[in-house]
């Protein structure tokens, strides 16, 4: 069964109706409300094909129906081919500028209008432009097959990563490795550290080996992977409880159980980082790996340096989000963040890379 015009257009007008009204909508209400010239019998029998194929339910014994998240989906993809942003929003443009000459004022300003315009649960994710620079690199054998891996940043944070190996290495041979992980990534920004850097260094540690296997090569590769998690990330809201303006969540245990799940900072940035890395996101109800957000939608766009994506903001809020206006005002924010960062701080970078080619 196909979703022929008729049906697509009764579709639309339901998801138009349920995210307004937030109430199941029946065939004489949709007939008359919409002027979609044809009777209450027709759309009667269009609603039962469209709950039969998945994009609409029947909530309790009411006679009118619901969108599911599937409806959402189609309806969300017909908007993003659809959808300008407001580039050129003259008020979100002036606001942004306020804070520009502090990066994370900047960020945590821009979650704040975004709240404030579209009345949701707003969140800011921010790696930060001056990341941690690495400072000493340690490796230290704890037991003939097992080696403890200290890195220290300038900051003085401290990371110690324990792994196997299958022979053991003396402990002159880790003493020289060491030295020239240190010597190489001393001073180096995490997010600078990339594939070629890491070959360029495993084949100068395969001219000091001895006896060495391709365990060498393991242990770069724990190196860079645990040195690109370790990549510093800070997390704003703002508007928590406007998610609890909503009907959806009226039910106290529902509201603090979602509440309690937003604020845990560490397993929300689990859900960002593992959402895709295009321009915008949007994760619809059951699309969301963790319980507590299925009956949630999460939009969100990314924020770049160089093509670099350093960060994402975005909204949380019910699976009737309205999407037209918030894919809309995302894009718009998201172009002008964009285009600041471009404009104020590309500078900085492109200097902090030429400061860096000069040492290599």
Known sequence: MNLNDRKLK???AIIKSYIQEGEAIGSRTISKKYDLGISPATVRNEMADLEELGYLIQPHTSAGRIPTDKAYRLYVNGLLKNTESVKNNAQIKKILQQEINEMNNFIRNSAKILSQIT????????AQLKECKLKHIQLVPVSDHKLLMVLVTENSDIKN???????PIEIEQLNRISN?????????????LDEGLYHKILQEIYG?????????????VLLMNTIH?????????????NILNYPEYSDTSKAKELLSFVEDKDLFKKVLMNSDGDDLSILIGNENQFEQIKKCSI??????????IIGKIGLIGPTRMDYKNVISMIKGLSYNINK????????????????????E
């Open 10 to 12: 009764i579709l639309r």
């Open 119 to 126: 009345k949701y649960t707003s969140f800011a994710m921010s």
């Open 161 to 167: 990563v324990l792994f196997t190996l299958n022979k």
């Open 180 to 192: 020239l992980l240190t010597d190489k990534l001393s001073g180096i920004e995490l997010k600078k």
């Open 208 to 220: 000091i080996r001895e006896t060495f296997d391709d365990r060498l090569e393991e242990m770069m």
């Open 229 to 241: 998690n370790y990549e510093k990330v800070d997390l704003y809201y703002d508007g928590l409880t």
């Open 299 to 308: 939009v969100s766009a990314t924020y770049k340096v160089n093509g670099v």
């Open 340 to 359: 600041i960062i471009s404009e104020n701080y590309m500078d900085l970078a492109r200097s902090e890379f030429n400061e860096q080619k000069k040492e």
